[in-house]
């Protein structure tokens, strides 16, 4: 699927590389001005097979601690999957992230000096794109925790240098935003889990880089590739005692139960085929 992904992204290229300007028809192209437009494209995450679940078991704040069994065995040490558990145990296989498709609306400003045009446009839209992970316990149980990106933006300056045939590859970054969904699935019957934080504003920052071509005086084409880091990590889900017995291993910790968190960072990447109207 990745790719298939990057497709779209060729096919724009030698488009906008082979087009001329029409603007060049009435004497320079000049990328002075705003615009507004759509892009559409795929969204990727790159593989996680070594990410964890972490636990907090003192209640000190820090998700740093070993979940252990009455006789001290780790209670996780079936291991992990970068993906949703089919059963409960590694042998039932485990589905994987999903990648999806993704579109953006955006509005800018570009302002040309010579060759250079330098710019800021900011976004938003929808990457249809879900991570998950999956720890087993030697019970045996799975423990999922699924995020999804509900929507997405950003506000990005952009750099780049026009040729006298109206091409402009350019550089970008800037500021990235992302309200993220969580949830939790587990098959542990036993503990009660109570989850919090399920939607999360997710700040972070973005980068890439592209190509756009005018194909008149009013209209651009291109693609774009972007690199995404959301911060994440306030989602939790608090385990309690539910009706486990008093030998479990999430009720004979120091703090007599347990916090789960899956780490902090949230990395995406794209490839979108872009169109803007220029005023």
């Given at each position: 699927m990745k790719t298939i992904a990057f497709a779209p992204l060729g096919a724009t290229l030698a488009l906008a590389l082979a087009t001329p300007a029409v603007a060049q028809?009435?004497?320079?192209?000049?990328?002075?001005?705003?615009?507004?437009?759509?892009?559409?494209?795929?969204?990727f995450q790159k593989s996680d097979n070594n990410e964890h679940l972490r636990f907090d078991t003192d209640a000190d704040?820090?998700?740093?601690?070993?979940?252990?069994?009455?006789?001290?065995?780790?209670?996780?040490?079936?291991?992990?999957?970068?993906?949703?558990?089919r059963g409960s145990t590694p042998a039932s296989g485990c589905d994987g992230d999903k990648d999806a498709i993704s579109w953006m609306g955006?509005?800018?400003?570009?302002?040309?000096?010579?060759?250079?045009?330098?710019?800021?446009?900011?976004?938003?839209?929808?990457?249809?794109?879900?991570?998950?992970?999956?720890?087993?316990?030697?019970?045996?149980?799975?423990?999922?925790?699924?995020?999804?990106?509900?929507?997405?933006?950003?506000?990005?300056?952009?750099?780049?240098?026009?040729?006298?045939?109206?091409?402009?590859?350019?550089?970008?970054?800037?500021?990235a935003y992302a309200k993220v969904k969580n949830n939790f699935t587990t098959s542990n019957a036993a503990n009660s889990f109570t989850q919090f934080d399920n939607k999360e504003d997710a700040w972070g920052w973005t980068m890439g880089g592209g190509v756009e071509a005018k194909v008149s005086n009013n209209f651009s084409i291109g693609a774009r590739y972007l690199w995404t880091r959301y911060n994440v990590g306030d989602y939790r889900v608090d385990v309690g005692a539910g009706t486990a017995p008093a030998t479990n291993p999430f009720r004979i910790t120091p703090s007599g139960g347990a916090s789960i968190n899956r780490g902090d960072k949230f990395d995406t990447q794209s490839v979108m085929v872009t169109t803007s109207y220029r005023f």
């Open positions: 028809d009435s004497g320079a192209v000049d990328w002075t001005g705003p615009y507004v437009g759509g892009s559409f494209g795929y969204t704040g820090a998700y740093d601690d070993v979940v252990t069994t009455a006789s001290g065995a780790n209670a996780f040490s079936p291991g992990t999957c970068g993906g949703a558990a955006h509005v800018g400003y570009d302002r040309q000096f010579g060759s250079i045009v330098a710019g800021v446009v900011a976004e938003a839209g929808q990457a249809y794109i879900d991570d998950k992970v999956t720890e087993y316990s030697t019970t045996p149980a799975f423990y999922t925790m699924r995020r999804k990106i509900d929507w997405n933006a950003n506000l990005r300056a952009r750099l780049g240098y026009t040729t006298p045939g109206g091409i402009m590859p350019y550089i970008t970054g800037g500021l």
